[in-house]
């Protein structure tokens, strides 16, 4: 992923994402996928 000075157009550089989750009726704070990534996913992507 490019390096920039702009935040993340998914979570504005907060590295959650905040959904509703309609099954319990709640706001669900999830790490942001598109910043985000696993630590084991970037080495078995190199």
Do not use: H, K, R
């Not at 959650?16 to 990534?37: F, G, H, L, M, R």
Request: charged residues 15%.
């Amino acid at each position: 992923m490019p390096t920039t000075d702009e935040p993340c157009p998914i979570c504005q550089g907060l590295g959650v994402v905040t959904y509703v989750d309609e099954e319990v009726c709640c706001q669900v704070s999830i790490p942001c996928w598109a910043c985000s990534e696993p630590d084991d996913q970037a080495n078995a992507q190199s």
